[in-house]
């Protein structure tokens, strides 16, 4: 007689993670309202995004909040056709790396651009939105 595999019953893993915002929650309001802010070190004057709350550079926590422009141009980008699972609802997409003129680089997905008119150096715009979902976002878009 041989020995059978035990029955190995299973349940779904969900994982919630609660990201605390306080310290950045002008942030996510900027983005409800079509703006992106950011903060500076009032010390040493390094701009930071996202947001910190405290400054990596100089340790200061003496942070103010500034409305960034939208003008950027592209350093990076890639097209992703193999979606991780968590986006595979989505049709593929493209994502760049977009250095803003006040010197900060910013990942985010590109829309509104056909894959062959996207280059390196191409002029964009960083847009606030807010997704069908009620999530605020922020994206690239071609000038």
């Known amino acids: 007689m041989g020995v059978g595999l035990?029955?190995?019953k299973s349940r779904k893993l969900v994982i919630v993670n609660h990201i605390p915002i306080s310290k950045t929650q002008k942030f996510w309001e900027g983005l409800k309202e079509g703006k992106i802010y950011t903060t500076k070190c009032k010390k040493c004057g390094t701009i930071f995004f996202p947001p910190?709350?405290?400054?990596?550079?100089?340790?200061?926590?003496d942070m103010e909040w500034i409305e960034l422009s939208n003008e950027a141009e592209i350093e990076a980008f890639t097209h992703v056709l193999v979606r991780?699972?968590?986006?595979?609802?989505?049709?593929?997409?493209?994502?760049?790396?977009?250095?803003?003129?006040?010197?900060?680089?910013?990942?985010a997905w590109l829309t509104g651009a056909k894959l062959s008119e996207i280059k390196v150096g191409m002029k964009v715009k960083l847009v606030a939105k807010v997704t069908p979902e009620g999530e605020p976002t922020y994206e690239f878009q071609p000038i």
């Open 84 to 107: 991780p699972a968590a986006f595979q609802h989505h049709e593929p997409y493209t994502v760049a790396i977009g250095r803003l003129k006040e010197g900060v680089k910013v990942l």
């Open 52 to 61: 910190a709350a405290d400054c990596s550079k100089c340790y200061s926590s």
């Open 6 to 8: 035990p029955t190995i």
